[in-house]
């Protein structure tokens, strides 16, 4: 089993930057593959982006992509999440997310492991 525990939100204005980390427990974490999930007052939990294993591969939702980049560190069991451009419909808490298949997934039930969020608020 793993503990995910997010930090690194908070408030920023558009066009701002922000990078939240996941930290992960355990000795086991290089062998999951990770997601970001956002969900935003009202509406689903929706898909963010995905990394494998080895950091080898990365998945981005189409409203993030070009603007956010995941990243991994297996050494320090922390996997990121760089927010460039923001806008205020990035308004949301961010979770992580570990999923113990193999391949990266798309879909929040897939995934087995949630840390308990961190807010995101982007002011225009």
């Known amino acids: 089993q793993v503990q995910l525990v997010e930090s690194g939100g908070g408030l920023v204005q558009a066009g ?3 990078r939240l980390s996941c930290a992960a427990s355990g000795r086991t974490f290089r062998s999951y593959p990770m997601g970001w999930f956002r969900q935003a007052p009202g509406k689903e939990r929706e898909f963010v982006g995905a990394i494998s294993r080895m950091g080898i591969s990365t998945v981005y939702a189409d409203p993030v992509k070009g603007r956010f980049t ?9 996997m990121y999440l760089q927010m460039n451009s923001l806008k205020p419909e990035d308004t949301a808490v961010y979770y992580c997310a570990a999923d113990k298949g193999e391949g990266i997934v798309v879909d929040a039930y ?9 807010q995101v608020t982007v002011s225009s």
């Open 70 to 78: 995941i990243s991994r560190n297996n050494a320090k069991n922390t």
């Open 16 to 18: 701002g930057s922000l």
């Open 110 to 118: 897939e995934y087995d492991y949630w840390g308990q969020g961190t």
